[in-house]
């Protein structure tokens, strides 16, 4: 057994461990100190915090566009979440499923493409090419088949931006999940299907049976991975309405960003940065009850089986 270096080993860690306190470690714990104070500025020193309690707390909560912002990411969350869940499994399957390598590798880059393409160039793209009521595709294509009354449709008003933001968010994010899922399927030996293909089991039973099971750590990541892009969800939100917040579209974020930086729609600058920091310490306490949520009913399932 070779002799541990433990100077070499210090030099090698300390750029990354600096990194960690000084980028996510430190801004971390001041976010949680100032989510206490009223401070009007992220940049305001110590000196100049006011010590509020949970009152930045109560004022968000008491707040009906945050309250609303909660709403949008809880529908994103879920609606989006189950779409885009069950796409990139149904995908993913198919493509593990016999299909020729370079076939596979083509489909899979075309499906992975869109969450390549950065999310301002991707929502605009939707707005202007596929929701626009004059000459985007869904006009051209429900004009085409008759459907008049869908082809004059306005997509981004009020009542269906909602949905048109999900469906166009959803769209990119399918392809991310599918390649976890199918990394998670590869793994699965190749016996157990072979062994319940000889005891006479059709696909939907070796489905249910081998492949689900097997993938319970899989789903597991990939609702959390889901979950903590829900919670940082701010680009589409903006795209979609980018003069002002709406109910339709405002998402914790884009509400944060307002508090913070000043209200778009104001003629004066009001900043509440304490009020911010409260909301960042909310979405990071909704990511991290459902990481433990999901690992401890996976841990029971184990147990169980």
Not at 73 to 100: C, E, H
Not at 145 to 154: A, C, N, P
Not at 201 to 210: L, T
Not at 223 to 239: E, K, N, R, S
């Amino acid at each position: 057994m070779l002799k541990k270096n433990k100077p070499m080993i210090i030099v090698f860690l300390a750029p990354a461990v600096f990194c960690y306190l000084a980028v996510f470690l430190y801004p971390t714990l001041r976010t949680f100190v100032m989510s206490f104070f009223a401070v009007e500025s992220v940049s305001d020193s110590l000196s100049d915090w006011s010590f509020n309690g949970i009152g930045n707390y109560i004022k968000i909560f008491s707040t009906p566009m945050f309250l609303q912002a909660m709403k949008n990411i809880g529908r994103l969350w879920f609606w989006g979440g189950a779409g885009v869940m069950f796409l990139a499994l149904f995908l993913a399957v198919i493509l593990t499923s016999g299909v020729p390598a370079r076939l596979k590798v083509f489909y899979r880059s075309i499906i992975y493409l869109p969450n390549v393409v950065s999310a301002v160039a991707m929502g605009t793209m939707w707005i202007n090419y596929v929701y626009n009521s004059d000459y985007g595709l869904l006009h051209t294509v429900f004009h085409g088949i008759g459907l008049t009354d869908l082809s004059k449709v306005l997509w981004t008003g009020p009542g269906t931006r909602f949905w048109s933001m999900l469906a166009a968010y959803c769209f990119g994010m399918v392809g991310y999940h599918m390649l976890i899922f199918m990394s998670g399927i590869e793994q699965i030996p190749v016996d157990y299907y072979e062994a319940a293909y000889l005891e006479g089991c059709n696909s939907r039973q070796r489905f249910v049976n081998i492949t689900l099971p097997f993938l319970r750590g899989v789903i597991r990541t990939n609702i959390v991975m889901w979950t903590v892009y829900t919670v940082g969800f701010f680009v589409w939100g903006q795209l979609f309405s980018p003069v002002n917040l709406s109910n339709d579209t405002v998402a914790p974020m884009n509400y944060m960003y307002e508090l913070v930086f000043g209200a778009s729609s104001s003629a004066s600058t009001i900043r509440d940065s304490g009020s911010g920091a409260a909301i960042g310490v909310v979405m990071m306490f909704l990511v991290i009850v459902i990481f433990f949520s999901t690992e401890r009913i996976v841990k029971n399932d184990d147990i169980e089986m």
